[in-house]
């Protein structure tokens, strides 16, 4: 009897090596042996499971911008539209300079200057996160607890942007702001374009 293939398993042990590795060296200084190294094996057996260092990093990208997009359509799920505005508005801000996940979306963001591919994920991600503000901001306004004060989706991409430049400061070794105040910002602008306080029930 044949024995299973460890493929699926060596593939995911190689993301979760290279998500590492992006986080303690940055994506630009990264080399195909440091993920070979990280994980105990050659380069070429990397290259077994990945065809190339760029398609390693293309799944570690895919699979961070799934978890960071699950992670805050679970925590804005199933809540009146105050509340869940104020959930995805903590949920899109780094906790600090150790935020994994961030940092991570942060350093492959990099990329996305010069490879399409990196592009098109990270635009993806940010078309998706719209989405789910704009989706929050039209319930809000179909139940008239919001009166916008513009387009839903203006709204959403301003919040989106306002988090993109808050987070990248967070991320920072030195923070001109903290996360309580990043928050804040953003939950100010919120309360003006929803003419809404917001208040937690």
Do not use: W
Not at 47 to 64: H, N
């Amino acid at each position: 009897m044949a024995r299973p293939s460890r493929a699926t398993e060596r593939r995911t042990e190689l993301v979760a090596v290279a998500r590492r590795a992006v986080v303690e060296r940055g994506v630009l200084d990264l080399r195909l042996r440091d993920i070979a190294d990280g994980a105990g094996m050659s380069s070429g057996s990397v290259l077994y499971y990945f065809p190339s260092l760029a398609e390693l990093l293309r799944e570690v990208q895919r699979d961070a911008v799934e978890r960071f997009c699950e992670a805050r359509e679970r925590a804005a799920a199933g809540q009146s539209p105050p509340a869940r505005l104020r959930a995805m508005i903590a949920s899109g801000l780094p906790t600090g300079p150790d935020d994994e996940l961030c940092v991570l979306l942060y350093e492959l963001g990099t990329i996305s200057r010069r490879d399409p591919a990196y592009a098109a994920r990270h635009i993806a991600l940010y078309e998706r996160q719209v989405r789910c503000y704009t989706s929050i901001l039209e319930a809000g306004a179909a139940t008239g607890v919001f009166d916008l004060a513009d387009a839903p989706v203006t709204i959403a991409r301003n919040l989106v942007a306002m988090e993109d430049g808050y987070g990248l400061h967070l991320t920072q070794a030195v923070s001109p702001l903290d996360r309580a105040t990043a928050e804040e910002l953003l939950l100010s602008y919120a309360r003006t374009a929803t003419r809404c306080a917001l208040e937690e029930s």
